[in-house]
């Protein structure tokens, strides 16, 4: 991968703020909009979400999942070259009290500061979205094969 479609998978990464979550319901996929905050390093995705929504009880179920993230349209001819990537993961919950949760609360109010409401219920929880790998499109012409140290590799732009 070039340094110019590195910087734009960095970029992407750290500045979109939602991704489009896949899960399998029943044997059919389904697809849903989830708020996220990566690890510094891009070794895991971060989501909070409620037990009672469909895409956590598919996440119980079944811990295999897609994460898509991909740049805001931005109105050009030919949306097709907007960068996306797309990760096929595996998702596991995180306890509250477990080590590290603090911080990463703290990490998710700074990005939405608006769902410390959702702390208060006791149906959400924070999930952990780790890759294995996936595919990056940068735009025409540009796709690469990404693996997990792709992806820590690239955080460090």
Request: net charge neutral.
């Amino acid at each position: 991968m070039d340094a110019q479609s590195e910087k734009l998978l960095a970029q992407m990464i750290r500045n979109t703020r939602l991704a489009s979550l896949g899960t399998l319901r029943e044997g059919a996929p389904r697809v849903s909009m989830v708020a996220f905050v990566p690890a510094e390093d891009f070794s895991a995705f971060y989501v909070h979400v409620s037990r009672l929504a469909q895409h956590t009880v598919d996440m119980q179920k079944d811990k295999q999942v897609g994460f898509l993230i991909a740049e805001t349209d931005d109105g050009r001819a030919d949306p097709q070259t907007l960068g996306r990537v797309s990760i096929c993961a595996s998702a596991e919950m995180i306890q509250n009290g477990e080590p590290g949760y603090t911080p990463l609360k703290e990490l998710y109010l700074a990005r939405f500061p608006e769902a410390e409401q959702f702390f208060k219920l006791a149906d959400f929880s924070f999930w952990r979205i780790k890759p294995k790998g996936g595919r990056f499109v940068a735009g025409f012409a540009k796709a690469y094969n990404i693996t997990v140290e792709t992806l820590q590799k690239v955080s460090e732009r």
